[in-house]
């Protein structure tokens, strides 16, 4: 199984709603990153974490919460967005967190914040 | 911090035909990875290739080779008898310390 899997690949939401990204892997990876994608641009990290520890954060705002539960599961909690928020969220994982390792990345969740 | 520089944002190439794409980077790191990932039009991003900085020789993959310069840190893919299906959006990156810079992107057309 080489697959990084992302649920919902659609969501829409306003702005005081409250929703989930939800990514899932079982190559026993244990790097797990968010990244955030515009239309025609490069991916944009938010947030590592390795070995379930949040090991970056990229000055994200608070509005978007990250939480890995296990090492094959990977959450991003999302309150209050703005419409500027609305993008491609790409989650990817890599065998560690270390230099070597390629990204293996999911189809992406698309979010549109009304 | 590092730069990844992609200095062609489009191209095309003739079905069959050789194109090579450029990528320059910028670090004062000496041990970190280089990445070539390709992204199909509503597709998920794929890795085409990988070069580790601490290898002289060129990483090759089927018809997607690099031109990897270290001391001019240049970094080029060439992809030969190009096909259909490398239709792409294709991004260059740099990983080092466990976080992935990414160049702008380089948009292939291949044209039948």
């Known amino acids: 199984d080489t697959e990084v899997t992302q649920t919902p690949k659609h969501l829409v939401m306003g702005m005081t709603n409250k929703k989930s990204l939800k990514c899932e892997q079982h190559?026993?990876?244990?790097?797990m990153y968010w990244y955030k994608q515009k239309a025609k641009k490069p991916p944009e990290l938010m947030f590592v974490y390795s070995y379930e520890k949040l090991s970056i954060n990229e000055s994200v705002p608070s509005r978007f919460s990250p939480e890995c539960p296990n090492s094959s599961l990977l959450n991003l909690h999302l309150h209050a967005l703005q419409p500027e928020d609305s993008a491609l969220y790409l989650c990817?994982?890599?065998?560690?967190?270390?230099?070597?390792?390629?990204?293996?990345f999911g189809e992406g969740s698309r979010l549109t914040v009304l | 911090a590092q730069t990844v520089t992609q200095s062609q944002p489009e191209m095309s190439v003739q079905e069959a035909e050789t194109v090579t794409l450029s990528c320059t980077y910028d670090?004062?790191?000496?041990?970190?990875?280089l990445f070539w990932y390709k992204q199909p039009p509503s597709r998920q991003m794929i890795l085409v290739i990988r070069q580790e900085a601490y290898k002289q020789q060129n990483a090759t993959e089927n018809r997607f080779s690099v031109n990897f310069q270290k001391a001019a840190k240049s970094f080029s893919l060439k992809i030969s008898d190009s096909q259909l299906g490398d239709t792409a959006m294709y991004f260059c990156a740099f990983m080092n310390a466990g976080k992935s810079t990414f160049g702008d992107g380089t948009t292939l057309t291949v044209k039948p």
């Open positions: 990817a994982s890599s065998l560690t967190g270390q230099n070597r390792g390629e990204l293996f």
């Open positions: 670090t004062s790191e000496n041990n970190y990875y």
């Open positions: 190559m026993g990876h244990r790097a």
